[in-house]
């Protein structure tokens, strides 16, 4: 008995197999399948024909974070020239907060959106629910960002200057901005 060989074993009869051993069609939905899911950092998701519907409600809040996004890629596409490193993306961190702190006063404090416009409004992109959910416990009330609180990003295990209030830092540190967003002081006591 011969062997076929293995490419002609994964082959059906007239499919051309690409670059992974699959025809293209199961190649490209391989790659998709294989994306890493979508961070909170990045924009909100586009409206597809697969997309659920917007909720009731959206209309309350639709013109507001059409206006953050659209400041958003206006802050995308600023030039960099004489910034440093980190400077550069300060503006999208402050929008990204902004965007994500009118959601949660919509819900939380105004009680203006439904729990159901909530949930999508996290899940399409247009509120950090990791910031929110800081942003609910005492002393993180005005949190900037959560990479301010993150230990393991600082040289000393210690959290960000931003999270120091303003009359427990030294007498030179006064005016200090956080490398990571550009934060002056997000402690609860300022």
Same mark, same amino acid.
């Given at each position: *008995?011969?062997?076929?060989?293995?490419?002609?074993?994964?082959?059906? /009869?007239?499919?051309?197999?690409?670059?992974?051993?699959?025809?293209?069609?199961?190649?490209?939905?391989?790659?998709?399948?294989?994306?890493?899911?979508?961070?909170?950092?990045?924009?909100?998701?586009?409206?597809?024909?697969?997309?659920?519907?917007? /909720?009731?409600?959206?209309?309350?809040?639709?013109?507001? @974070?059409?206006? $953050?996004?659209?400041?958003?890629?206006?802050?995308?596409?600023?030039?960099?020239?004489?910034?440093?490193?980190?400077?550069?993306?300060?503006?999208?961190?402050?929008?990204?907060?902004?965007?994500? *702190?009118?959601?949660?006063?919509?819900?939380?404090?105004?009680?203006? $959106?439904?729990?159901?416009?909530?949930?999508?409004? @996290?899940?399409?992109?247009?509120?950090?629910?990791? @910031? $929110?959910?800081?942003?609910?416990?005492?002393?993180?009330? *005005?949190?900037?960002?959560?990479?301010? $609180?993150?230990?393991?990003?600082?040289?000393?295990?210690?959290?960000?200057?931003?999270?120091?209030?303003?009359?427990?830092?030294?007498?030179?540190?006064?005016?200090?901005?956080?490398?990571?967003?550009?934060?002056?002081?997000?402690?609860?006591?300022?």
């Amino acid at each position: *008995r011969t062997r076929r060989p293995a490419s002609d074993r994964t082959r059906s /009869p007239g499919v051309q197999v690409g670059r992974l051993g699959r025809s293209p069609a199961l190649a490209r939905d391989h790659h998709v399948r294989a994306s890493a899911p979508p961070t909170a950092t990045e924009m909100p998701r586009l409206a597809t024909l697969r997309a659920k519907k917007k /909720p009731k409600g959206f209309e309350l809040v639709e013109d507001t @974070l059409e206006e $953050i996004e659209r400041q958003m890629r206006d802050a995308e596409s600023v030039s960099s020239d004489g910034k440093r490193k980190q400077e550069t993306s300060w503006a999208i961190f402050r929008l990204h907060h902004q965007r994500s *702190r009118y959601v949660y006063e919509m819900y939380y404090k105004r009680k203006l $959106i439904s729990r159901e416009l909530y949930d999508w409004l @996290l899940r399409e992109g247009f509120g950090d629910e990791h @910031l $929110i959910a800081k942003w609910k416990k005492q002393g993180y009330e *005005r949190l900037c960002c959560v990479r301010c $609180i993150q230990t393991r990003d600082t040289n000393f295990g210690s959290v960000c200057i931003c999270r120091v209030p303003k009359a427990q830092r030294e007498a030179g540190a006064a005016h200090v901005q956080c490398k990571n967003c550009g934060c002056e002081g997000c402690a609860t006591g300022d």
